[in-house]
């Protein structure tokens, strides 16, 4: 069971009791919650927001990829994963992307979040620019796309 | 062929529109449009240095949301996605 949405910043907020809802099932003794936000330092500079860029039919297919992947490469095959990620302005501590599963037991579902989140790291075509006190912003560096094929 | 580039990420600053409209050759492949946009920086942009370093990283997506390689022949107009490192989370 999957969920995944990009969550754009100007209409909406990334909510925890939405993944609650959704991952919630009695079957299920293990829920793992984690959410990633905007930090106020980075590199020693003082961040006072970021703005997300995503493509989002890539990042949606990404996600579904790696929810997919999980049955296969990690055997979990009962699990229940809700996956937004932000897009737009944040502003300090907002949540810029929440990772929600749930599975029969606590080591499956430390490792799906786990993994989920690396995945998203090198896989999702998702972007940040920092902005700072001074007035300033900055793409951030990024790493170069993780494709089997390329 | 004309190719609409969708801009993603750093390559934004490319343009306020969101997309650069290239034309590029028959035939032409991923790379060669590749050397069109650092065409274009040169132009409009006097080559700007962080620009062109942001084109040379990048990599493409087709109209069908699949990564493209430098040898993927380009065989009708369309719209293609530059897609310059990530960081999400």
Redesign the interface.
Known sequence: MLHTKIVDSKKEKILTSSAEKFIKDSKFGASVYFLGTVRNINDNKTVTGITYDSHDEMVIKSFEEIYNEAHQKLDIKDKAVFIEHAKGHLNLGEISIIIAVACKHRDQAYVLSRYIIEEIKKRSPIWKKEHYENEESEWLKGNPIANEKF | MKIKLEL???S??FSNKGHLNLEIQEKASVYDLRNEIIKYLDKNFKGNESFIKVVK?S?F?SEN???I?DNYKITKDQKI?I???????
């Open positions: 993603f990420g750093a934004r600053d990283s990599a997506c949301n699949e990564i390689s996605g897609i310059p490192p990530i960081g999400g989370g």
